[in-house]
């Protein structure tokens, strides 16, 4: 009762204004939703509200307190709604939602060979990576994404469009061994990204990375060099890992040794290092990875479209890693839907366990947000909503007829809720889309920009 | 070019009006977008548009052959958009919406015994079976279904619901040994099965059946009670079978037979009879389903979710078996988006076959029309666009920037599109859904009613 009366005096307080202490001025808030904190206590408060000042969370509580506390410049109503950390998408080629759906239902080297690569070879320049990044960038606020990893080609170009569109990105220059549309080379390569690491330098929202595509298509040199460039530049490592049997066969028949292993043998792992897929790791590839502090990041719908296998995230999550979600490109998934990757993460590894308890919905939850923030080294940051972290956050509407009743918010977000529901996505304190209108981008100019560049595309495939 | 001096002589004849043949009058017509009419020859018409008389197609053609051949009362302009049939959701527990969320990731015992039979026994009744039937009536004429098979209680409220709310139903009134909210013997249920049988039949939307809950939870007696019934009145059956291994061990230790043998042995198997989940089949089960023209349900979500197992389902359709794809209750999923059953089909089975050809786009396609239609035994009157069926079709929109760019409209149907894509939901050629609008339900009351029902379901769940 009397906890009852302060809330309803400092209610009233926040109503009459200058009654109470002196309210703090911030920049924003964001009230009346139910607040998902996804922090370490696991935090849900219904309602709750989030005080933003600049590119911090300030304080996280009960409206009445932070109405109470706080005097904003601006404040967004989510009643009805979830405020929630925003997504990370941990493993992504953005340009390649241009290829989205361009080749499906195919065995992995006729798709690469007919399609991915021709279309690649004669496509992918500076114009295309910025056209399909506004559109990936497009996409992932429009459907929640905060954070997304990302490896492809002209990563500076990935780079610029990203930051314009105010989104925040671990973003990875390619390095690969064979000639790819910006380097002929792998020095070339390893000299565009080391320009690249340094025009991002102290950047607030871009950390630029070095992204060695895998073991199989890099030599020993080169993953060696890669390393030394990370360690000089302090900067992160992103890299496919066991993606296939295919992989792991090379790899034995090359080195007598897993993929894990062998790129321990040559001292490659380290933390602030990102292996995307995972999926065909032995028990003792496990123990490498948590001992080295490796990040993984879990892309189940690839995973499945693809047939490449599932990957051991109940073993792995219990052996200390930390797990992340990532969607792929959308060449092979075919969406940035980061509500997608949770719901089949939860799925799949119900289904394969045998057990409908793995992976619950507070889990998917936690490897599309703080588990992903954690895989790239960045929990510090962002991942929860919590003072002092990075104001990277989203409301989700709660409303529609198939998310009818709700008896638990979690399970909703998980089982019932797709990207199209994220009603408000802010990053870094900045409001990226209101009320589902993009704020950053004109989403017109966008969209005519990728048809008339995947109309170039269909011309590249067709030629071959 | 005497072919397109033609076309246009026909536009021009239908802009003028007069100057052509007399065109015939019907009722509607929807145009402009691309026809993916899921018959036999596998048409795609881009741009195309289907006629629609009373209740059903009489044309699917090019729009201006059918501007010129047809003068409509009312025209929808689905430019954009995708034209294809309604979706068949072959499986399903209406009313268990009002569950939807309310335990997950639960063993099934924990989930049936804790959570599901306490709710039942307390809160389902005539009234909640209309509230929630009315919800998932909303959300499955909002996502795109327009014909699904249901088992549950009272099915004469969910008859009556559905009718009004225009939608097709198989609609089948469950028998189960031990006392249920609607019948406390199987002799009950089977008296109520007969009354409801009789209050609809020759109804043009809904389709009276017996649904007996599952071999494991009825006696002989009673099973071939069931049959009987059905054959005097000529009613379809639908029933749960094979959905875990514990059912499939139950059945070998009471009868030394499997589930599919088993009733097989008492010749309860015939055509017009639906199973559902058939995830433990063998391959003797797999042939004695075909040989008796079963059709099967396959609900990728629920066996996934609820750790049940994958169904053969490449194994199945090879056998010649009619396989259609259901959402189970929206308790065990928790949705009945059946874009998302159609995408996780073909996920599911490309991983677990190791091909990434299995279950191509078209088939996932297939399987959610045509096949559901042929499961249900309705493949002569829906399922696909062709003159003489009945007009039950959807709009689908195909321009969000997840959607961009499109390449081809099957694949994007299958790995990008969502329930919330459905624009216009038009059953029997009524108009059900406009521009997302819901024409045959007031919104606001349903989930009102909805959220009033769900308060009891917290209360029951919680005084146990």
């Excluded at 919590?386 to 198939?402: C, F, N, Q, W, Y």
Aim: charged fraction near 20%; charge should be neutral.
């Amino acid at each position: 009762m009397f906890q009852r009366v302060c809330v309803l005096l400092l209610a009233l307080g926040s109503v009459l204004g200058a009654q109470g202490p002196a309210r703090r001025n911030v920049t924003l808030i964001v009230t009346g939703g139910t607040v998902v904190a996804m922090d370490a206590g696991g935090r849900v408060l219904s309602p709750g509200a989030v005080a933003i000042d600049g590119r911090d969370i300030v304080a996280v509580d009960a409206p009445a307190a932070i109405a109470a506390g706080f005097s904003a410049a601006e404040t967004i109503d989510a009643t009805g709604q979830v405020i929630m950390p925003g997504l990370i998408n941990t493993h992504t080629h953005a340009p390649m939602v241009l290829f989205r759906g361009l080749a499906d239902d195919l065995a992995l080297m006729d798709w690469l060979q007919k399609y991915i690569f021709p279309a690649e070879a004669r496509t992918v320049s500076p114009e295309f990576v910025r056209v399909g990044t506004a559109l990936a960038a497009l996409e992932m606020i429009e459907s929640g994404t905060t954070t997304y990893a990302d490896m492809y080609y002209f990563e500076e170009e990935i780079g610029r469009v990203t930051r314009a569109a105010g989104l925040r990105g671990v973003l990875g220059e390619t390095i690969i061994q064979f000639p790819v549309p910006d380097a002929r080379t792998p020095a070339e390569g390893l000299a565009r990204t080391e320009t690249f690491i340094k025009e991002f330098a102290g950047d607030d929202l871009i950390t630029p990375a070095i992204a060695p595509h895998a073991m199989y298509t890099l030599d020993t040199a080169t993953l060696k060099a890669i390393r030394a460039m990370a360690d000089r530049l302090h900067a992160p490592v992103i890299t496919h890992l066991a993606e296939t049997a295919d992989e792991v066969k090379t790899s034995m028949q090359r080195h007598k040794l897993t993929p894990t292993q062998y790129l321990d043998s040559i001292h490659f792992w380290g933390p602030r290092t990102l292996a995307a897929h995972a999926v065909k790791l032995t028990p003792a590839d496990i123990r490498i990875l948590a001992r080295r502090g490796v990040g993984i990041s879990h892309n189940p719908e690839s995973n499945m479209k693809l047939a490449s296998g599932t990957a051991k995230v109940v073993e792995m999550r219990r052996a200390g890693l930390a797990v992340g979600l990532g969607t792929d490109g959308a060449a092979s998934n075919n969406d940035l839907d980061m509500f997608e990757a949770m719901r089949q993460a939860a799925f799949l590894h119900k289904l394969q366990t045998g057990d409908p308890r793995a992976i619950p919905a507070r889990t998917a939850l936690a490897m599309a947000t703080i588990d992903g923030a954690r895989a790239l080294g960045m929990d510090a940051l962002i991942g929860s909503l919590e003072p002092g972290k990075r104001a990277d956050l989203i409301t989700v509407s709660m409303t529609a007829a198939r998310q009818t009743p709700m008896y638990d918010p979690l399970s909703h977000l998980v089982y019932v809720t797709r990207g199209d529901d994220v009603r408000t996505t802010i990053v870094n304190g900045k409001v990226l889309m209101r009320d589902r209108k993009v704020l950053t981008l004109d989403e017109a100019d966008v969209l005519r920009d990728a048809r008339a560049m995947a109309a170039r595309v269909s011309e590249a495939v067709r030629k071959q």
